[in-house]
């Protein structure tokens, strides 16, 4: 079975551009959430999807929005690019909503978006 | 959610057992414990979790206190391979009702010696 499949794998952009990441997630699951890894904060979460419904949302600001299409693919956008929004983002896959917490997460390897 | 505290390293042998500590006292009955590790530039890797009981896969065993305060991951016969950062978690619902997120704190780096 395919794992989570994240594209592109690696992103430069500059400041005051936006950015659109897909995700793939593992044949079946439903659930995507999508998360910000920095050397600095570590792993934060950012939003999960449901059945095509945002079901939770992290303290990142407006400028992060993302979408889950009825095949359960999942994008997330960003606005108005700051430095600060270089990262690594992740994207998980779970085939039941976070809230069923006895079904574990599965990453994928990322995109690493740099911002100049 | 539930805050867990690991050391920030660890060393093993190649071929030696690997027992990484986590804490986790603030737990509540319904929270579970996952491990993940991610290695260089690759997303986390699921790992094991469990509630309450001892459990064990092909990669792992999880052995929980029965206070559930705390946890150890052990990694019976560690390669060179295992050489990654080692994230404990702990996943449920939120007291205050609502979904609850998933947060990664700053891990335990392994680092295997042969």
């Known amino acids: 079975k395919a794992g989570v499949t994240q594209t592109p794998r690696y992103l430069i952009k500059t400041r005051g551009q936006q950015v659109t990441l897909s995700c793939s997630p593992i044949?079946?699951?439903?659930?995507v959430s999508w998360y910000q890894q920095t050397p600095g904060q570590g792993l934060q979460f950012l939003f999960e999807?449901?059945?095509?419904?945002?079901?939770n949302k992290g303290n990142f600001p407006g400028r992060f929005s993302g979408r889950q299409f009825s095949n359960s693919r999942s994008e997330m956008n960003v606005s108005t690019l700051e430095l600060g929004d270089s990262a690594l983002y992740l994207c998980?896959?779970?085939?039941?909503?976070?809230?069923?917490?006895?079904?574990?997460?599965?990453f994928g390897n990322g995109t690493r978006l740099t911002v100049t | 959610d539930a805050k867990t505290t690991q050391p920030p390293s660890m060393d093993c042998a190649e071929g030696r057992a690997a027992n990484l500590p986590c804490n986790h006292s603030t737990i509540s009955g319904n929270e579970y414990v996952y491990w993940y590790r991610q290695i260089h530039s690759q997303g986390p890797q699921y790992i094991i979790h469990?509630?309450?009981n001892n459990e064990t896969n092909e990669m792992a065993s999880l052995i929980i206190t029965e206070d559930r305060k705390s946890s150890t991951l052990i990694l019976p016969h560690a390669t060179l391979r295992d050489t990654a950062v080692y994230y404990c978690?702990?996943?449920?619902?939120?007291?205050?009702?609502?979904?609850?997120?998933?947060?990664f704190g700053t891990g335990t780096k392994l680092q295997v010696i042969p």
């Open positions: 978690i702990v996943r449920g619902l939120r007291h205050s009702g609502g979904y609850q997120k998933v947060t």
């Open positions: 469990g509630l309450k």
């Open positions: 044949s079946g699951h439903r659930s």
């Open positions: 998980a896959s779970s085939l039941v909503e976070l809230s069923s917490y006895n079904s574990p997460l599965h």
């Open positions: 999807y449901f059945s095509e419904t945002q079901r």
